[in-house]
């Protein structure tokens, strides 16, 4: 009896491995996550500038612009908000975390069908070129966490 | 008790084992299926290219044997032109590229800059080996390219795709769309004579994949439905007459391919079918047919209000568009309204003038007011395609200098200066949470929404195809004229009749040699998409229209030169302007003559006048918002000139 649990064990095992190899693929393809972990973008010369959060300032941006483009990342703020929020941001601590993404996780019009969930969410339809460009903007400049 | 526990764990392990290697040799069915299509078709192509190296360019006889081996080649393709067209569109323009350099189509428009592509292929190959003195070099530049691209369609990246059913419903949705409008029309088949012939071929070569694909994917395989419909449509393509000009487009389309379409749409939603390409991203899940006017996006017209859903909040969205479009307030001198050029009594165009009057109200400008009706089916916006988007366009020609010659705070400032106005946009301001103040966007939009309601109707045309409704004979002919000698299907595509093609995501520009004058003097001196767009290619380039409504649309072409749909068959019917006479070293319409006779001219304007949508138009408001500023005081409604 030992010999036989033992050895049902080890097809156990076995089997298990081969099953998880099988489908690995298959599990990649029906559990994509949104968005994977994120890297980090390394932010030079953060400055409190606005009340509600802090951002970071694109290296080449003249003085005479800088107002145009904190008007337009805080618009980007709020249309995150209504339309990314829901499933992106999430509570720790008891505090709302506007998740960090890595510059190749914001790439421009992509963005709207890399990822199986944005394919209606993301709709021109929902959202304007323009609405997308802010929240892009406001994404890649927000301090990160 | 133990026994029977060990009975149930051999029993689980033996079931999860059977379903483990069931799962992974029914996938590999179908990948190694698509494989031994890729390898025929690479191999008949080194096989082409050896043929070339070996044979005598010079000699007529060697030509035709090229020719015949080419044939061959577009038969492979033909097996496996369902997978190429959807995984890689950008690279499947060097295996059948319709020109030889591209700057838009397949662009993704919206979002990318022109760039130049060069086109290779079988396609390109067929019409250089027309020309004289044929050089091998260059022969074999067309195949080689295309044998190199295959390299692409047997990478990880693209291959991994056929592991999952996803993709094949998106790819025959593609396929069906382009059974209604590619592959019937000649669009790239260079040789007419060849078109029902390789449609049987490929008919019957994609039954083959479905076959496959059932048994490999049974759990989400095509239903039984959309089986006995399909090869219905190949015995009745077989019973079709072998001359091109003779196939029977009309039902082709209403019995076989848009109810297929619809099928397929049901499966894409039963089987929750996603997609991560571009190749789907204006497309509606939810649209039943082809005809259906929703089958694809290509302008947002609510603008910044695009999220609102309220019917309340969008009848007055509704409201206050209408009376901006009809006020002259929009215009520096407070005369002239959108209403001015673009008459909603004329379906949005002006039939009167060849082209509308400029601000100073004495020249005129260079080109034809277009219709807005459908204008919200493109996704580039004017005759040269320079806005991406209805709102952009708005504001240019209120700023324009020589159109509404205002500028944005003029506008706001006497907009906000009117009661009913400021009111009304105050009420809105609230559903556009990331402004805080009523801005330029707003007053747009308003705009944008009140007139894009009007594309949202069908023509008889439509009605015949979705619901079955009585069209005239001579009405069916002439779109079967249309979509095979008159050749008109090739640019105007099913089922907008403009230039965007499946999957729909980018505008064709087409140089045509449009005169300056009817008696063919001189070409049109407007530089067309080359002014956005600055390549060779793209001179005197502009973006095809839609000929739905053409009847009350006139006058016709940029610049407004014929006046009758007539004239304009005619001009198609000569080859163009370079068929007039004129030189023209890019036209990309054809030069040759199309030899359609007088009936088939009526013919073939019955079809277009069948496009003609039941619009429900509205009439003009009564009166105009009052405003504070005595200057506005009498304007009138949509303005003097």
């Keep these: 009896m030992k010999y036989i649990t033992t050895t049902l064990c080890f097809c156990f095992v076995f089997f298990l491995m081969a099953f998880t190899l099988v489908h690995q693929s298959a599990f990649k393809q029906t559990h994509i996550k949104a968005f994977p972990a994120t890297q980090k973008i390394l932010v030079k010369d953060t400055t409190i500038t606005d009340v509600e959060f802090l951002f970071d300032y694109p290296d080449d941006i003249k003085e005479a612009d800088k107002k145009a483009f904190v008007k337009k990342i805080k618009k980007g703020k709020i249309l995150y908000n209504i339309n990314c929020a829901k499933c992106h941001t999430t509570t720790v601590n008891n505090k709302q975390v506007i998740p960090d993404f890595s510059l190749p996780q914001l790439m421009d019009y992509e963005i709207r069908f890399q990822y199986p969930e944005h394919q209606e969410d993301l709709k021109e339809t929902n959202i304007t070129v323009e609405e997308l460009d802010m929240i892009v903007d406001f994404l890649r400049y927000k301090k990160k966490n | ?351 009167t003038l060849t082209t509308s009057y400029q601000f100073n109200n004495k020249d005129f400008l260079p080109r034809n007011s277009p219709s807005l009706i459908n204008s919200i089916y493109n996704h580039l916006i004017m005759l040269d395609g320079k806005h991406i988007s209805l709102q952009q366009q708005s504001k240019d020609v209120i700023t324009n200098a020589t159109e509404l010659g205002s500028e944005e705070t003029a506008v706001m400032n006497k907009i906000m200066s009117c009661n009913e106005y400021k009111e009304g946009f105050e009420k809105l301001l609230a559903l556009t949470p990331q402004e805080t103040e009523i801005t330029f966007e707003h007053i747009i939009s308003a705009i944008t929404f009140h007139y894009g309601k009007f594309s949202n109707y069908t023509a008889p045309f439509d009605d015949a195809i979705n619901e079955n409704k009585a069209l005239p004979s001579s009405v069916k002919e002439g779109f079967n004229i249309f979509m095979s000698k008159a050749q008109c299907g090739t640019c105007h595509f099913v089922p907008q009749f403009n230039g965007v093609k499946p999957p729909y995501v980018s505008s064709e520009f087409e140089v045509l040699g449009v005169p300056e004058d009817t008696g063919y003097k001189k070409l049109s001196d407007d530089k067309g998409r080359y002014n956005v767009s600055p390549s060779g290619e793209m001179l005197h380039a502009f973006r095809t229209g839609s000929i739905r409504n053409a009847l009350y649309t006139k006058p016709y072409m940029h610049n407004g030169i014929f006046t009758t749909l007539e004239e304009v068959v005619d001009f198609y019917d000569a080859g163009g302007g370079v068929g007039k006479g004129l030189k023209i070293t890019n036209q990309t319409l054809s030069a040759d003559s199309l030899h359609l006779s007088a009936d088939e001219k009526i013919k073939l304007i019955s079809f277009i006048e069948s496009l003609n949508e039941n619009i429900p138009f509205e009439e003009k408001p009564h009166h105009l918002p009052t405003s504070t500023d005595s200057k506005l005081i009498n304007r009138k409604v949509g303005g003097t000139y």
């Design chain 2, 1 to 351: 008790m133990k026994k029977f526990y060990v009975a149930i764990l051999l029993t689980g392990l033996i079931f999860i084992t059977l379903a483990s290697f069931r799962h992974q040799n029914n996938a590999e069915s179908y990948s190694r299926f698509y494989f031994e299509k890729l390898n025929g078709f690479k191999e008949s192509q080194a096989e082409l290219l050896k043929f070339i190296s070996l044979c005598d360019l010079s000699k007529q006889q060697d030509i035709k044997k090229v020719k015949m081996q080419i044939n061959d080649l577009r038969l492979h393709l033909k097996g496996m032109d369902f997978w190429l067209r959807y995984l890689e569109p950008v690279m499947y323009k060097k295996i059948n590229g319709p020109l030889p350099v591209e700057w838009e189509t397949e662009v993704f428009e919206k979002f990318e800059k022109p760039y130049k592509r060069e086109g290779a292929g079988v396609s390109l190959a067929t019409l250089y080996l027309d020309e004289e003195n044929i050089n091998r070099d260059s022969l074999s530049h067309l195949i080689e390219s295309s044998l190199n691209a295959m390299q692409t369609f047997a990478a990880d990246s693209i291959t991994k795709e056929l592991k999952n059913y996803h993709h094949f419903f998106l790819a025959n949705r593609l396929f069906l769309l382009n059974l209604a409008s590619i592959y019937t029309t000649g669009f790239e088949c260079p040789d007419t004579e060849r078109i029902v012939p390789e449609l049987r071929f490929m008919l019957k070569r994609v039954n083959e994949t479905y076959q496959v694909f059932n048994e490999s994917f049974p759990n989400t395989a095509l239903k039984k439905e959309y089986h006995l419909l399909y090869e219905k449509m190949i015995d009745f393509t077989d019973q079709q007459p072998i001359e091109f000009s003779g196939f029977d487009h009309f039902n082709f389309i209403k019995n076989y391919v848009n109810p297929l379409f619809a099928l397929n749409q049901q499966m894409i939603a039963e089987y929750k079918v996603y997609s991560k390409s571009y190749m789907d991203y204006t497309l509606n899940k939810n649209a039943n047919t082809i005809f259906n006017k929703a089958l694809y996006s290509g302008q947002n017209t609510k603008g910044i209000f695009l999220r609102v859903k309220d019917e309340k909040a969008l009848a007055e969205i509704d409201h206050l568009g209408k009376l901006l479009f009809y006020d002259p307030i929009l215009s520096g001198n407070n005369l002239r309204s959108c209403a001015s050029c673009h008459k909603p009594s004329e379906y949005f165009t002006d039939t």
